[in-house]
């Protein structure tokens, strides 16, 4: 997780590493179970960095051939249940998936597709303020959020800009920035742009 320091900054935390990677996407297995950065943060992974935003989160098997099974009849909560089943914690995993939004290069951060797709068992980071201000001055990326193929889009989007706006004191600037991104890649669709937008920066 990103961990907050006095007076608001944060630095970088390791979550866990890269399982699967292609050109325009990667997917990340936790270290620890329910370890997931929130929807819509940035992270980074390998070095150089290869940045990514978390567009989907979810907890499963470890082996896809045991299922999970509902374990709970017999007890009153939900902790209750875990303290009977610690297996529990060594059969499921926490995954994520992230749209790749950049990459750092010889000449500084690139917000396009690095040429290649990061390395399995990268290490893979939470971002500090110092990376989310470097995408709050240049929202283009918010451009590859936007595709159809983006699992609840939206939804990413309006989290992303949720924490760019919280890393920085300009917080009304960041969301008009990334409004007018928005309404270059959304050209028409005053409504979906409203509804992301709604309540961010004020």
């Given at each position: 997780?990103?961990v907050?320091?006095?007076g608001?900054q944060?630095t970088?935390a390791?979550v866990?590493?890269?399982i699967?990677?292609?050109?325009?996407?990667?997917?990340?297995?936790c270290?620890?179970?329910?370890g997931?950065p929130?929807l819509?943060?940035?992270?980074?992974?390998?070095?150089?960095g290869?940045?990514?935003?978390?567009?989907?989160?979810r907890t499963?098997p470890?082996?896809?051939?045991?299922?999970?099974?509902?374990?709970?009849?017999?007890h009153e909560t939900?902790?209750?249940?875990?303290?009977?089943?610690p297996?529990?914690?060594?059969l499921?995993?926490?995954?994520?998936?992230?749209?790749?939004v950049?990459a750092a290069?010889?000449s500084g951060?690139?917000?396009?597709?690095?040429?290649?797709?990061?390395?399995?068992?990268?290490?893979?980071?939470?971002?500090g303020d110092?990376e989310?201000a470097?995408?709050?001055?240049?929202?283009?990326f918010l451009?590859?959020l936007?595709?159809?193929?983006?699992p609840?889009?939206d939804?990413?989007?309006?989290?992303c800009?949720?924490?760019?706006?919280d890393?920085?004191?300009?917080?009304?600037?960041?969301?008009?920035?990334?409004?007018?991104?928005?309404a270059?890649q959304l050209?028409?669709?005053?409504?979906?742009?409203?509804?992301i937008l709604?309540?961010?920066?004020?």
């Amino acid at each position: 997780m990103t961990v907050r320091q006095p007076g608001g900054q944060s630095t970088a935390a390791r979550v866990g590493e890269i399982i699967a990677a292609d050109s325009t996407s990667f997917t990340v297995q936790c270290y620890d179970l329910y370890g997931s950065p929130p929807l819509g943060s940035f992270i980074r992974a390998g070095h150089p960095g290869i940045y990514g935003v978390v567009s989907n989160v979810r907890t499963e098997p470890l082996d896809p051939s045991r299922p999970v099974l509902a374990r709970g009849r017999d007890h009153e909560t939900e902790e209750e249940v875990l303290l009977e089943n610690p297996q529990l914690s060594r059969l499921l995993t926490s995954r994520f998936d992230a749209v790749t939004v950049g990459a750092a290069g010889p000449s500084g951060f690139a917000p396009s597709l690095p040429p290649l797709p990061p390395r399995v068992h990268a290490f893979v980071y939470t971002c500090g303020d110092e990376e989310y201000a470097m995408f709050a001055d240049d929202p283009g990326f918010l451009a590859r959020l936007a595709r159809p193929e983006c699992p609840a889009s939206d939804d990413v989007i309006r989290s992303c800009l949720l924490g760019m706006v919280d890393s920085r004191p300009d917080g009304t600037d960041v969301a008009l920035r990334a409004g007018r991104a928005l309404a270059t890649q959304l050209t028409g669709d005053v409504a979906r742009i409203n509804s992301i937008l709604s309540g961010i920066g004020k």
